[in-house]
């Protein structure tokens, strides 16, 4: 049996006013094994972590469990005090007596008896500990950043920057993203173009950067430091290495009914297209569903008038297999579908757009060169209303719970941009809140009021009515005023909520990071780990993993790229030492657990054994312990019990249950 | 029967195995067991008759182990069982010539006892060339006739079909006896309120004496060492001393053959306290057909367990509470 | 003598029960076994052979020996009472109470097993004729009188009627307690019903196949000819190592000694053993049998040979024929000793 | 059962949660302080997948009253594939209980994400509730592990 330290942390009042400590002490000094037991204001502090190590080296103790906080907060923290002492770190558990006790429960009574039984089955648990010795496994020196709008080039640059390689995989024909279809940006009103195309190009020419558009990720396998990679090229029809970007092509073209991507379909561009016109790469692709020549095998146009001979019919999807270090996801966002939101009448009035669709307009490179006008009838508009808050903020299940945060501020600069050069429009938000925590954002939209004269109405819009005359009825309510409004206008504008791209679903799943409720990927801490996921060498950039606007995607897409830089500069990783092992005297060698297994970390081999006596050839299963990430499939597949998890093993699980049971 | 005796007679002479693995006759009339033949003449004691219900699939395990082929004759049911341990790796193909013999439904001795049979002197009609509808069984009270179907073990009115899975040759001719449903027996229990389902089971299990006979006889249960045997689990109970070991016993073990279970009947066979155990298989296996498509272990050699494979959008496990 | 109807059966059951235990074969889903009596009990006493002998009345397939409680780090032992109060088993058959005969060797013997020793004073055997004795029976081998059990109590059950002869001491005390429910059966009739019974059951005996299998070259003194005898290799072969053959056999004597945490402590039971399985005996080396042919001969050597040598000549065996009936692969004692005579015979 | 006697059951109920989720899920309602019976004790293991159906017993013969596991939400799993395996077992499983006359109540698998405070603690909330109202698990205890 081991000689077991338990050590109490108050965490201030945060376990001390609900959890007796002295009494969890106490019981713990009535367990067997137990030969030291000792509280303490903050365990974690450098004070706690000297009463761990005298007690380690004093009290000789081989296993020690710490009452505090969760594990995922300070398990390493002990685990490297105890190291400190001279013990192995995996002779360390934590009883969660704050986040699973102190913090939820009220009462004092029922909270230390929890929090003894928790003691107890942590105790039960160490004394079932073996030390364990973590692997190494080496580091790919190269990142993948998936997604080439503003947070992929970002982080892209920064990784370059430092000296690695990194490759960009881009879902569209164009790097660039949502950036590149924005005309100005608050609170400045840069032009978005002027600045996002010079990181385009700059990307573009980095040494140490590729560039897959017109790509997807396909597979995912292999680990932290060691991903495989499986990269889909599409087919572009357009030899990349021939292509003078000369754009004979796309006036040529007689294809020309494809609703333009870029312009989110307020207009139409060629079968054989670049988005747009500062794309990188400068090279078209064919949209095989809209050509001609793939439709019905006539045509060849494209081919005929291209003086570089680059167009290719025959080209087909390639899979490049590439090995990374460190993936970066930066799949960014798309707007919500409208289609429950029939209230506000977008899918009835083309003069009711959204907000993105607003920034195409007014684009100079847009549907309309810039002007504002219907897309009705093209006249110019003297009443526009703007409603905030479009599927964000909602409660009920049409749209999302949460505030998608770039909306007010868009919506100020919208009515700003148009006071500014249509003086004589109107412009009327309606509003739930205005929200401006920013650096100079409520200064902004107080111009926006102030100075421009954008009348901010506090309420919600119930009905946008097409009227017979091409006006809308917009009925809203003022909340301030509390009265009911009818106001006519020529254009409706709608906020609505930005999504996560609907794709990171499929990518998560390949990359193994969760990903919450809304889509959003998580973070591996909410404050302390914010651009990491919890999945090991998998980092977030952008709006992927939350609502945010551009400074802050391209501040977190930074902050992504000094994590990978900080992974990629290491040679070696140090593996988790709680790997799964097979029993050789057990093991049937019926290959359930590979099967099972998500790492193919498990192969088998014709081994001679020694079973009290009998020596024979046997089947046996091996594990890989650089492979294995220590999930625990196989351990249940296995119907002997051969194979068993360190760290989790069947004798210390079931420990834990006899002990809170007892 | 003589056809098969020739056949594994021209094997072992011309080499092409070193033993045969089949039945020998027994002293009584219904007792035949499972026997290595080495010599020719030692052939002159083979028997197969309705009474050869034994699954030798399982006895390849340690045949595989030997030196040399080993010709062994395997009913329809037997090569599912046969081709699922290939699957897993326990027997060796190479080492393996499988006669298929024919099936005409296998008899169960228990069944002919609890008609109030006893004092059996012999039994005519048993032998597959007798092409018997009727046992006419002598005994020291009189002499009986029972219907052939009506002394055949259970598994054989579910019969899952006469065809061989894998074989090298077939011997035989097969008759049908498939007359009854797989799952109804289940499904009378999935109806029963839960106290009817826990009381039926309490009564079933509380005869379970942990003889083991049905986990040895089983060719899903082929580990080295059971969890029930080794110390792994701290499960290592040689005796149901609480109502609930029983249970745990056979749960598990049934959860262990899950997706691999054949449905080959063996525990029900011997177990001698006539647990009906198939019901833990069968139940398993129906909720494997209904869930997650229909699967018969040991069909094929590529296809995934149910247990090792998955669907993105298989049911949830508050489905059973959906469900009753 | 005594006698009772069939149908007041019920009524006599009650009255024993009273104030003692009643052991008796009850049907449980379709299964005879010894159990205790109850008024829902379904009573078989037409079953032959229970599945498991009734040893377990006397030697129960686990029983507790002791429990430890632990409260913190103190510990306290409560050792296991010893039976104290009488019990009654009644319809034991002749092969059976052999079996019980041979147990006592075992435990009866110094050092004696007080658990054993508690349960066999309390015990009262009623034991019944054998009515129709059946093929795989082969008692006659080992000298058993199916037809007249050597108990407390011999009964006969002829027709619809219950013949009652209290033999012993503890017989006739049973007897007297049960007084109001027994009838005197003193007249020549019943006398005559009794021994037409014996008759008839003597003479299937007779009849049965393995009535006259002979033991000869079985005894104590073949220990080494036997155990080094090639047909062990042949015979073991088919055997699953399952425990059925010695979990129903009416000797088989073995337990293990085994701890279960309860959470609160440690319950040391024993329980039975088989010495079929690969875990028998295991000491810390391993075992000392590591092949199933030789956890097969153990199990015969020991009935036909090592049991005989060391309690003057009496086998382990009673030729209840239960392992006949249960052995998953259809092996049994009487294959094993018809083999050694057909091999050897033939040799001699 | 009378309502005192309800008043005075406390039922013990065991929560095996994935490291990646649910453990951090169960985190983020203590930090939200989301509070949940104290009946509720949870063991830590690195996936769903590694929840044996033997640990479910064994809790069950213990005296638990009731065993809920929680993973990551199908799709999510940190491992790829391991609560899609714990859902064939867990379904399967919970299947036998209940054929064997198990009240059905009594064993729950729910996916909680580390971003469902409010949801681990719900479900701990409706799983006391429904273990209270089943009442004493006493047709899967091993007797002699109760307390005398």
Known sequence: MLRIGVFVCHCGSNIAATVDVKKVVEMALHEPGVVHAEDYQYMCSEAGQEKIRAAIQEKHLSGIVVCSCSPRMHENTFRNAAERAGLNPYMVEIANIREHCSWIHKDMEEATEKAVILMRAAVAKVNLNTPLQPGESRVTKRALVIGGGIAGIQTALDIADAGYPVDIVEKTPSIGGRMSQLDKTFPTLDCSACILTPKMVEANAHPNINIYTYSEVEKVSGFVGDFTVDIRKKARSVDMSKCTGCGVCQEKCPSKKTPSEFNRGLNNRSAIYTPFAQAIPNVPVIDREACIKFKTGKCGICSKVCQAGAIDYEQKDEIITEKYGAIVVATGFDMIKLDDYDEYAYSQSKDVITSLELERIMNAAGPTGGHLERLSDGKAPKEIVFIQCVGSRCADNRGKSYCSKICCMYTAKHAMLIRDKYPDVNVTVFYIDVRTPGKNFDEFYRRAVEEYGVNYIKGQVGKVIPQPDGKLLVQGADLLDNKQILKEADMVVLAAAIEPNPDVRKIATMLTASIDTNNFLTEAHAKLRPVESPTAGVFLSGVCQGPKDIPETVSQAGAAAVKAIGLLAKDKLLTNPCTAHSDELLCNGCSQCANVCPYGAITYEEKEVNDHGIREVRRIAVVNEALCQGCGACTVTCPSGAMDLKGFSNRQILAEVDAICR | MQEIVNRAKELLADGTVKRVLGWKAGDLPYNPEPAYFEKEEDLEEFVYNGFCGANLSKYMIEASKMEGKTLVFLKPCDTYSFQQLMKEHRVDREKAYIIGVGCKGKLDIERIRRMGIKGIKSIAGANLEDEAETLTIVTLYGEKEVPYKDAMLERCHVCKGKDHMIFDEIIGESKETKDGDRFAEVERIEAMSPEEKFAFFQKELSKCIRCNACRNVCPACSCRKCVFDSNKFDSAQKANVDSFEEKMFHIIRAFHVAGRCTDCGECSRVCPQGIPLHLFNRKFIKDIDELYGEYQAGADLEERGPLTSYQLDDAEPGIVAERS | ?348 | MSIEAREEFKPKIVAFCCNWCSYAGADLAGSSRLSYSADVKIIRVPCSCRVNPMFILRAFERGADGVIICGCHPGDCHYTSGNYYARRRMTLLFSMLDFIGVENGRTRVEWVSAAEGVKFSQTMHEFVDKITSLGKNVRLEDLRCRKS
Not at chain 3, 138 to 148: E, P, R, T
Not at chain 3, 287 to 314: C, I, W
Request: proline share 4%; glycine share 6%; aromatic share 10%.
């Open chain 3, 1 to 348: 003598m005594y006698k009772i109807k069939r149908e007041d059966l019920p009524a006599l059951f009650q009255k024993i029960a009273a104030d003692q235990e009643l052991y008796l074969p009850v049907s449980t889903a379709g299964q005879t076994n010894f159990g205790v009596w109850r008024e829902e009990a379904e009573v078989d006493l037409d079953t032959l052979k229970t599945v498991k002998s009734p040893k377990d009345v006397f030697f129960p397939q686990s029983e507790t020996l002791y429990t430890c409680y632990r409260e913190g780090k103190k510990l306290s032992v409560e050792p296991e009472t010893l039976k104290e109060q009488d019990f009654v088993v009644f319809g034991m058959k002749a092969c059976d109470i052999k079996g019980v005969e041979v147990l006592d060797r075992v435990f009866l013997s110094d050092p004696i097993d007080t658990f054993y020793a508690a349960r066999r004073d309390h015990g009262t055997i009623v034991a019944l004729a054998c009515h129709e004795p059946e093929e795989t029976c082969f008692c006659k081998v080992f000298g058993v009188d199916a037809a007249h059990p050597a108990a407390d109590v011999a009964a006969w059950m002829v027709e619809d009627t219950l013949y009652w002869k209290p033999e012993t001491e503890k017989g006739q005390k049973l007897t007297e307690k049960l007084a109001d429910f027994l009838e005197k059966a003193e007249d020549a009739g019943s006398e005559t019903a009794v021994a037409e019974e014996e008759e008839k059951i003597r003479s299937i005996m007779e009849e049965l196949p393995y009535s006259h299998l002979s033991l000869e070259g079985w005894n104590g003194d073949v220990l080494m000819e036997k155990f080094e005898s090639p047909l062990w290799e042949e015979l073991y072969k088919p055997c699953l190592a399952c425990g059925t053959c010695t979990f129903v056999c009416p000797t088989c004597q073995c337990y293990d000694i085994k701890d279960y945490d309860t959470g609160q402590g440690v319950q040391r039971y024993r329980c039975w053993d088989s010495c079929m399985y690969s875990d028998f005996t295991m000491m810390a080396h391993g075992n000392n049998r590591t092949s199933q042919k030789e956890r097969f001969r153990q199990r015969f050597m020991h009935k036909l040979v090592y049991f005989p040598a060391n309690n003057d000549g009496m086998y382990s065996c009673v030729g209840c024929g239960r392992c006949v009936e249960k052995c998953p692969a259809s092996l049994n004692i009487v294959k094993v000793v018809k083999a050694f005579q057909e091999k050897e015979g033939a040799k001699a």
